[in-house]
């Protein structure tokens, strides 16, 4: 298991992201599953950093063995949520259908304050996301 706090500001997503790609990597994923790794981090990162709440920190904890990455980001939030009254929410739906793309379970929770936690697993068949996998073989039956 690993876990990793981070204060919740936009240059601290590329802490998570790069521990992410690494963990990723020694795990003796392929290229494109690290990257699909990737993309899914970038996207839920920006995701809790762009809700009506301004959160105090991140945290991440990852699980995994040989055919599975299991991922859980919190917006941990201050004692007392203040409204940053931001127009540019990011919509949990939307989120959720973009990583539904990159991996196999995924469940975004959110609130009045927006979206607070964000939990998908990401399979491996072959060192290759079987979300990636299952999208490429519907695209070439049409």
């Given at each position: 298991?690993?876990?990793?706090?981070?204060?919740?500001?936009?240059?601290m997503?590329?802490?998570?992201?790069m521990?992410?790609?690494?963990?990723?990597?020694?795990?003796?994923?392929?290229?494109?599953?690290?990257?699909?790794?990737?993309?899914?981090?970038?996207?839920?990162?920006?995701?809790?950093?762009?809700?009506?709440?301004?959160?105090?920190?991140?945290?991440?904890?990852?699980?995994?063995?040989?055919?599975?990455?299991?991922?859980?980001?919190?917006?941990?939030?201050?004692?007392?949520?203040?409204?940053?009254?931001?127009?540019?929410?990011?919509?949990p739906?939307?989120?959720?259908?973009?990583?539904?793309?990159?991996?196999?379970?995924?469940?975004?929770?959110?609130?009045?304050?927006?979206?607070?936690?964000?939990?998908?697993?990401?399979?491996?068949?072959?060192?290759v996301?079987?979300?990636?996998?299952?999208?490429?073989?519907?695209?070439?039956?049409?």
């Amino acid at each position: 298991m690993l876990e990793l706090t981070v204060p919740a500001v936009r240059d601290m997503s590329l802490v998570i992201r790069m521990t992410l790609s690494g963990l990723s990597c020694s795990l003796g994923f392929d290229l494109d599953a690290v990257d699909a790794v990737r993309i899914a981090s970038d996207e839920t990162c920006f995701c809790l950093l762009n809700q009506a709440s301004v959160p105090e920190k991140i945290a991440l904890s990852c699980d995994w063995d040989a055919e599975r990455l299991a991922m859980k980001f919190d917006a941990v939030r201050f004692a007392d949520p203040c409204y940053k009254g931001c127009s540019d929410t990011h919509d949990p739906v939307l989120a959720k259908s973009i990583l539904e793309s990159l991996a196999d379970d995924v469940e975004v929770l959110y609130d009045l304050w927006g979206v607070y936690s964000v939990r998908m697993v990401m399979r491996f068949k072959g060192g290759v996301p079987a979300a990636s996998k299952n999208k490429d073989a519907a695209e070439a039956k049409r």
